[in-house]
């Protein structure tokens, strides 16, 4: 027999807390309980002032980059849409069911007034990496990426144009130092990295629509302004 449900339960009201909804085995539990991010604070103390109005939690700016690359959500205003509504999120980030989640122009400032020109980035996730060395989880085995574009809502005939530092990814040496140095007192053999960083200027197209987006062109096919997912 064909039951029709209502939408009472909308309105119901129920003595419940955050971390009473989100599952036990969601993603957002493990990261939690597998680290500690107050090592965060110590390594962006230097970027912050003591004087003036109380900032966000930088913690809260690190974990919202957690949760944009964990999921894969395709941009920082996305991220901010999806934090709003989805409560694992919410509870991963601290914020209650009636906070509201900062603007997603607010880490955009952030990055370009101070972390843009700092190691921040790059000293998170050498020690999360260092971590994950010292748990054993990273081995010599290689890893395979491959990406493709999903085209962004922006028309590619409008678009500013800027000139960006364009810098190779790399190690930080003090890094790959501790890690071989660790490996050779387990008596293991140190990893060969050839990482050079180099620092070089090159113009780039900022779509006026959508500024997160990037100019990509692949093979034959169009150009367009686009953001790049890998799996």
Do not use: C
């Not at 007034?113 to 990273?138: P, S």
């Not at 364009?166 to 990295?193: M, S, V």
């Not at 990509?216 to 790049?228: C, I, T």
């Amino acid at each position: 027999m064909m039951s029709k449900n209502n939408t009472n339960g909308r309105n119901q009201f129920a003595m419940l807390t955050i971390d009473d909804l989100v599952p036990q085995d969601h993603l957002v539990r493990k990261i939690d309980a597998a680290l500690d991010f107050e090592f965060i604070y110590p390594i962006v103390e230097a970027t912050y002032s003591d004087l003036g109005r109380p900032s966000i939690d930088p913690v809260i700016l690190i974990k919202l980059v957690f949760i944009q690359y964990l999921f894969g959500i395709r941009s920082m205003r996305q991220t901010i849409k999806e934090v709003d509504t989805n409560v694992a999120y919410r509870w991963f980030l601290g914020y209650s069911f009636e906070e509201k989640i900062p603007h997603f122009s607010t880490f955009g400032k952030n990055y370009v007034r101070r972390f843009r020109e700092t190691t921040v980035f790059e000293d998170i996730f050498a020690y999360i990496l260092e971590q994950a060395v010292k748990a054993g989880f990273v081995t010599e085995d290689n890893l395979y990426l491959d990406s493709t574009h999903i085209k962004a809502n922006a028309n590619k005939h409008k678009f500013t144009k800027e000139m960006t530092h364009d810098e190779a990814k790399a190690y930080q040496d003090e890094l790959e130092d501790e890690i071989n140095r660790q490996r050779i007192e387990a008596g293991k053999r140190p990893f060969t990295l050839d990482l050079e960083k180099e620092v070089k200027l090159k113009e780039r197209k900022i779509s006026k629509a959508d500024p997160e987006s990037g100019y990509y062109v692949k093979g034959e096919r169009e150009k367009q302004f686009a953001y790049s997912v890998h799996t």
